[in-house]
């Protein structure tokens, strides 16, 4: 399951998360953080619900020659998956959820989540003001077709497989827990 505690983060980031919350409530805006931790057989199956058969398959074949093996098979072991709208492009590994380095929130407005911009411009304005101040990366900047608004990460680039190579990516999860390695 997906953790929504500020717990499961690497402490810069819980520190991070702490602080944006702090300033949004100042501003008189408050703010759910309902994603932290999305663990890679999470994410696979949000991939595999996410896109259709071939995009998969090309997907693992791309990771499996880039020495990203134990992440395609992740792919692969959680099996078929009923397709709906796309909710992710991000294949496991691909988004910082599964370092502990990326956190969602949404802001409510009385106890109600404001899903879209439009519908509590203040309220998404204040959130993204405060991810500025605390040095973290909005979703909300990302070019992609569709915004990421409720997504705000550590470090820069979208996609840790294209900052590291397979040994590192291997050796983060691994040290952090997250990664189940038979080898
Ligand atoms: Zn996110």
């Given at each position: 399951?997906?953790s ?10 819980e520190e ?10 100042d501003k008189g805006?408050?703010?759910l953080i309902?994603?932290?931790?999305r663990p890679?057989e ?6 595999r619900k996410?896109?259709?058969w ?6 693992i074949i ?8 134990f992440?395609?098979d ?10 709906i ?9 691909e988004?910082?959820?599964a370092?502990?380095e990326a ?24 959130y993204a003001e405060?991810?500025k ?9 990302f070019q992609k077709k569709f ?9 820069v680039?979208?996609n840790p497989?294209?900052?590291?190579p ?8 691994t ?9």
């Open positions: 399951m997906a929504r505690s500020i717990t499961s983060l690497v402490p810069e980031m991070k998360a702490k602080r944006v919350k702090e300033y949004c409530k805006v408050v703010i309902y994603c932290t931790m890679l999470e994410q696979a199956v949000l991939f996410s896109h259709d071939k995009f998969i398959e090309n997907k791309k990771l499996e020659s880039r020495g990203f093996k992440l395609a992740i792919i692969k072991n959680v099996g078929p998956q009923k397709q709208k796309p909710v992710t492009n991000a294949a496991p590994g988004s910082f959820h370092y502990g956190f969602d929130a949404v802001p409510l407005l009385s106890g109600k989540p404001m899903w879209k911009y439009n519908d509590y411009k203040i309220g998404w304005d204040t405060a991810l101040e605390n040095d973290l990366i909005w979703g909300g900047n915004k990421d608004l409720p997504h705000a990460q550590l470090r680039g979208s497989l294209k900052l590291y397979s040994e590192v990516i291997k050796a983060i999860l040290e952090n827990g997250l990664l189940n390695g038979d080898d």
